[in-house]
């Protein structure tokens, strides 16, 4: 058996802040925003300062700009703020790591013989809290410290929703203000355990489980397929939401013509139909998020610990299908969230090279046919297909199944 491996990632919890205080975020916004720039113009200064730890160029960078409790000497770079040391702390980290991007960008151009990168001379940065300047009273309301203009006190305010697993390693979170609404993006730090490749995976565990994964044009948006390592065939699951995603895409796209008509103009991206089109970009992501979470999750539920694609799309995705809002479009975007997610779930992905492969059958591996001639109306309905040796299968079901077998081949 190989060694464990553990590695590590990062994902952020945006969690909407309702507060009759909004002028005061603004306020800090303000004023946390200053004080970056004030630090990161003395540390560009001081660039010596940046070889020490974070933590030492900061008491370094401390030292010379706030006077001394005990001399009561002011130092070189002292400058007036009522802002407490968490701020200014918090600040004074986000302007060492500008200052760090400044100086690199600096680098790269003299390398490169090309025009240095301009000086900041404002930042529009989120609000960095550090632990002293929150608190979480439960999961529905919150408190801040924050500057009203004269002082800086706490302030409550209400959290949308709270769907953060108990026993999340949190990190630090930051403010976002968008206009009028105030986000809290809370990082979250998750340890992924076992870390192997397929190919390990597929030699050190016998009881591997595989899903086939296909895509289509029609309502079964995806096909999974389960096969265990010796190729047999667990379970399946055919995911329906592509009438749905397509009804909705009609509906609008209706109004979208409707509103041409009226105004007598082309659609365009801009003006009137831009609501539309903004709502048909939501549900597009709305499918590729709910379609691939339903991936995993049957993934999941039946142990399968790698999920195979084909490297190609195959001939009926394609032709018969083929228009523009058809959900076989999703494919990449659905194939991009189910790479995210599976990686939280400890599940693998791969591609299988399908060319050539993806007319066989996989009982008898002869070629299917989906447009016989002496087809029944019941088999063009369910998207039966039959191969020459007369096996009846459903032909979505055998493209998943010959990429999940193709998969077991590539790493005998
Ligand atoms: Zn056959």
Redesign the pocket.
Known sequence: MSEEKIGTYITFHKIRLYTEYLQYFNLTSIEFNKLTLIYYNIILKHQELLENAIYVTRTKIEKLTMVDKQTGKVPEEYFETKAPSRIRRSACTQAIAQAKAYITKVKNAKENKKRGPNLAKKFNLPIQLTKELYAYIDNKKMKIKLYNGKEWKWYECTISKWNIPKDANLLSPKIEINKKIVMLVIPEKRIVENLTTIKERMENNTNIRICGLAFSGRNNIATCVIVDKSGKFIKSRFINEGDKYKNTIIKYLRQIQRSNCKSNRNSSVTGANRKYWKKISKNSNYYCNLVSRKIVDFCKECNAEIIALSNVQCDEEIVTYGTRFNSANLRNRITDYTKIKSFTENILVTFVDMKGKTNK?Y????F?ERNIENKTIKAIKEDKAV?????M?DYFFNFAMNIALNCLKKYD
Do not use: D, M, P, R
């Open positions: 059958c009982k008898c591996n002869e299917i191969c020459e040796s007369g096996h299968i």
